[in-house]
């Protein structure tokens, strides 16, 4: 373990940018570096080996950042991700506001770099709270009435978490006697009111996670902002609750069967019950941001079975990292590309319309994608028999269900995109930023350490049963939508 | 007498000094005034520094000689006296520069700084005082200055605010004198000492300490604005806004909160205090005031207004963090008396700025100000994230510590208290903000004045920038040694002997 002043670099450059916005003529500069911004956070992830550990005695309550491997996935996933959507924001901003979209953009950056890089708690929910309040202006960038709507419900049910957060942490805290993270589930799970303080933290967490019933700004909030935003929001911004819940509550410590029920229920709620109200959207945006809904609705099912299970813990920890980092860097892409214009010849348009489509076949878990990768970690990790919750064994059945369910889903997406594409001329960096996103989501993602760690499977080699098993949803989805869209008719216009 | 002794006098003497000179200063000598007031503000800011560096180091300070017999004048630098002193010293420099601009070309400036003076050197009276009667003393002094400066314009609205505010604080002083008189009949003349003078109670003592305390607590609960003795607060937002802004962080409602701070932990004793039963009941009012100053300051239209009753409920912290009688509860309420009056300054020496550069008074007249007053609006943004308890800033630091001694007092409540508190905030700051940054101006601005290279005079621009500066640091530094959370457990190791 050495001193990393790269941790203290990791969110000071984006902070340092704010400087840029002071000078009139510095707009253009400061939409150029926009990419640049998260370069120092990537640099750090890709050399975890490192160890990299910082005590800041002086900050706050005592500061303490660090990088584990959990963190590292995390900090890789948003950071690149940052960076592929920063590219195409520099194409896409042109003429909209660039000084406050950079202002805000920078802010919520550093909130997402930060959380995930610290150790006490304070610095954790003072970037949280930074990405969350930050991320407001991006929401309302557009100051349309919907955008300005969308950002109260946004602000109201944050500020509502952020203060269950704080119950939570504090309840957490008062009984670790310490102000780390890494305290926390111990004492948690030793606590006389573990159930109150779990229940804060899944629901203060659970806002921006999406978790069913406390998504409601989530459909409103992630389609109305600027492409770029979407892309980061739904992608990077809505791990960071999932990343509050994998360092806080009480894994590995305890099994609570109850909490895994409960989870489960709402995972399943969210998978099956987000995929369904996505159907019936007319906007891609929207489309996808129920997507995500649904996606973590998937993740909640293996952070549910962490809880019933204490000893299966480390092993969901790695899977839903994997997961993590496959769904934002497939669904960064997806959102970027419902701002690509379709070229004006018709012949490159299929090659267009086949790389839209792949990060959404990868989610639905087409074989020799990321998405592969990750469901087959999962399948094999919820494996009923392992687990000993009363509803353990409707896991495969959910999970089955919610691949069908994604596939329907992407293919409402991609008709919603086929409706309300336009043709016309983007700008090189806009084509720069979607391409590198499409690039990280299909082939680099399997050079990062997040995925790496998981290749006990060889995600290449896989058995003809193996690719069946992965395809049969896909394929019966795709009939599903074939029977759907003939039924209609084919000259059939609007909303379906 | 040793030099020591002598630190204390002149630190009151500086702003008294000041205030002489300027009264008898013609009013066209602006440059001289302005020279005098800053000469003294610096002055004075260096002698309480020497003071905290010497208390730091473990010296005391101090002077005293009788009044009349039984009853002595006593001056004396403890650690929670530099508390009170480092913050009023600091901030009265800060709000010296932003009166100089604020006034300039208004008339009477002479009877203002010489009241402005008059006003500080009370509150460094009631910083330093080493006993109720001193306390007192200077109590009565700050009232009395404070008067001409809430009618300061002389308009109907003024005078009516300054009866208001006069009967209230009179009232308010001659129970506090009563009280001091009840206590000192029985007990005679009580220096104020860590731990107080009451840890051995005999049961007879009981009922009058418990009444003497209510009636206490009643006359020094008006300037703290406890409810419901806050009347005069909203009232006298009248007043200039370099006025509002003393009055509403340092010199006012602080010398209520502080006299409060006094007599729990040195007449009485913390300990004692809570045997007795006084602290729940206080406790129970403090978290009323809370809520109720939140709620009130929902429905203001007027941003001084809001401002005012935002106030009230944040000054109460201070007193439920006494009310948690423990060593982490008290050092949360005890370093709110600093951060509050970081925080408020500056929401009102922004408040000043939109008013005097743009006309604005009313919160929907904002739409907008941030484009046209950048600077002004993100120190006006980060108060008010402070005030909300927002990490990493001043207030969270205050938040984190009260929730955490209520957790180890076992006063579960008062999280409550504070999430809801904090939501209020939140309901009534954000959309603020929201009309500052978010919305787009939608007619001309009621009153425009272009002033200076920069988007308002100078002098108006620096004082609220560097208290938010403060703020900031306040929050994000908090386990620095020298900052205010790192000197209030300085004051909680040698002061609440528990």
């Known amino acids: ?259 895994g029920n409960t989870l489960v229920v709402l995972g399943a709620i969210g998978a099956l019950g987000g995929a369904a109200l996505g159907l019936n959207q007319v906007r891609p945006k929207t489309v996808l941001a129920y997507s995500s809904i649904s996606q973590m609705g998937l993740i909640t099912l293996m952070v549910g079975a962490a809880m019933a299970n204490m000893e299966h813990a480390a092993t969901l920890f790695s899977v839903i990292a994997l997961y993590a980092l496959h769904h934002g860097l497939a669904k960064g892409c997806l959102f970027l590309s419902t701002a690509v214009q379709l070229p004006a010849q018709r012949r ?36 009923p028999e392992q687990y000993d919750f009363a509803v353990a064994e409707y896991l495969p059945l959910i999970m089955t269900a919610g691949a069908v369910a994604t ?48 290749a006990g499977h060889s995600w290449f080699v896989l058995t003809p049963g193996e690719v069946w098993s992965l395809s049969w949803p896909i394929v019966a989805a795709t009939a599903l939508a074939a029977v759907w869209w003939l039924a209609r008719g084919r000259n059939g216009s609007g909303t379906g | 007498m040793t030099t020591g002794a002598l630190l204390p006098v002149f630190a009151l003497m500086t702003s008294l000094t000041a205030a002489v000179i300027i009264f008898t200063l013609p009013e066209h000598k602006h440059q001289l005034r302005t020279a005098v007031n800053l000469v003294a503000a610096v002055l004075k800011l260096l002698l309480v520094g020497l003071m905290v560096w010497g208390v730091f180091q473990g010296r005391e300070y101090g002077i005293s000689f009788p009044m009349i017999p039984g009853v002595e004048f006593v001056l004396r630098a403890d650690a929670l006296a530099m508390l009170f002193a480092g913050l009023s010293a600091s901030l009265w420099l800060l709000t010296t520069v932003y009166a100089v601009g ?121 300037k703290a604005a406890i409810v419901p003795l806050h009347g005069w607060l909203p009232t006298a937002m009248v007043a200039p806004a370099p006025v509002s802004a003393l009055l509403h962080a340092v010199a006012v409602v602080k010398a209520g909160a502080f006299g409060i701070v006094r007599v729990v932990f040195e007449i009485y004793g913390l300990e004692t205090a809570n045997a007795l039963g006084l602290l729940s009941g206080l406790a129970a009012i403090a978290a009323f005031t809370i809520i109720y100053g939140s709620a009130r300051a929902l429905s203001q239209s007027d941003l001084k207004r809001r401002l005012a009753f935002s106030t009230v409920s944040q000054v109460s912290y201070i007193i439920l963090g006494l009310c948690l009688a423990g060593p982490v509860g008290v050092a949360g309420g005890l370093v709110h008396l600093v951060h509050q009056g970081v925080m408020k300054i500056t929401l009102f020496f922004c408040a000043g700025n939109y008013a005097e550069t743009l006309g604005i008074h009313r919160i929907d007249e904002l739409d ?118 790192g000197w209030v457990e300085l004051i909680v190791a040698r002061e609440v002997d528990l």
């Open chain 1, 1 to 259: 373990m050495i001193t990393s002043p790269l941790l203290l670099i990791t969110v000071i450059l984006p902070l340092a940018s704010l400087f840029l916005a002071f000078r009139p003529k510095g707009q253009t500069i400061y939409r150029y570096c926009l990419p640049l911004l998260p370069l120092p956070a990537i640099l750090t992830g890709l050399m975890a080996e490192f160890h990299h550990w910082l005590e800041l005695p002086w900050l706050l309550i005592g500061g303490v950042w660090g990088l584990d491997e959990l963190r590292q996935t995390f900090l890789l996933l948003t950071s690149v991700l940052w960076a592929t959507a920063g590219i195409f924001a520099v194409g896409y901003l042109e003429t909209r506001k660039p000084r406050a979209f950079c202002v805000f953009w920078a802010l919520t950056l550093t909130g997402n770099l930060g959380l995930i890089i610290s150790v006490d708690l304070a610095s954790f929910y003072s970037f949280f709270a930074l990405m969350t309040f930050a991320a407001y202006g991006l929401v309302v960038h557009e100051r349309t009435d919907e955008a300005n709507r969308a950002g109260r419900v946004y602000l109201a049910m944050a500020v509502t978490g952020e203060m269950a957060l704080l119950t939570g942490l504090l309840m957490a805290a008062h009984q670790a006697d310490s102000t780390l993270l890494t305290e926390l589930p111990g004492a948690i799970a030793e606590s006389d009111r573990s159930g109150m303080i779990i229940a804060l933290l899944v629901s203060g967490f659970g806002v921006k996670a999406g978790l069913p019933f406390l998504h409601f700004w989530l459909p409103l909030a992630h389609p109305v902002a600027p492409t770029p935003a979407s892309a980061v929001l739904s992608g990077a911004m809505i791990k960071a609750g999932l990343l509050g819940w994998l360092v806080t509550l009480p894994f590995g410590e305890i099994s609570l069967p109850a909490w």
């Open chain 1, 348 to 383: 490159f348009r299929w090659i267009l319309w086949l790389l839209i489509a792949l990060p959404g076949l990868s989610l639905a878990g087409l074989p020799f994608t990321s998405g592969a990768a990750a469901k087959f970690a999962m399948k094999d990790a919820l494996k």
């Open chain 1, 407 to 454: 596939m329907l889903l992407i293919w409402r997406f991609i008709w919603t995109l086929h409706q309300s594409a336009q043709t016309g001329h983007n700008h090189p960096f806009k084509w720069l930023g979607w391409v590198a996103a499409t690039v990280c989501s299909l082939v680099a993602f399997w050079f990062l350490p997040g995925a790496r760690s998981e």
């Open chain 2, 102 to 222: 604020y006034l300039e070309d208004s008339p009477n400036r002479s009877r203002f700084f010489g009241f402005f003076s008059l006003c500080v050197a009370s509150t460094m009276g009631i910083a330093l005082a080493g006993n109720l009667f001193t306390f007192f003393l200077f109590y009565e002094m700050l009232t009395l200055s404070t008067y001409p400066l809430v009618v300061h314009r002389g308009t109907q609205q003024a005078l009516q605010a300054g009866r208001t505010y006069i009967i209230y604080t009179l009232t308010g002083g001659a129970v506090l004198l009563f009280g001091i008189a009840m206590l000192h009949n029985f007990s005679g003349d009580l220096p104020f000492r860590p731990g107080g003078h009451f840890a051995d109670v005999t049961p007879d003592l009981q009922a009058p300490l418990t009444l003497v305390f209510v009636i206490l607590i009643a006359g020094l609960g008006v």
């Open chain 2, 368 to 485: 907008g100000a941030g484009r046209r007053m950048p600077a002004t609006s993100v120190a006006f943004t980060l108060a008010a994230f402070g005030m909300i308890g927002t990490p990493p800033l001043a207030g969270f630091i205050t938040k984190w510590t009260m929730g955490t001694g209520a957790l180890a007092a076992g006063m579960d409540w008062v999280i409550a208290v504070l999430v809801v508190s904090s939501l209020l905030n939140a309901a009534y700051f954000l959309p603020v903000l929201n009309r500052i940054w978010f919305r787009e101006q939608k007619k001309e601005w009621p009153e425009e004045r272009q002033w200076g290279r920069f988007e308002t005079s100078a002098w108006l621009l620096w004082p609220p920038l560097i208290t938010a500066g403060f703020l900031v640091l306040a929050g994000l530094l908090a386990s620095a040694s020298f900052s205010p959370l």
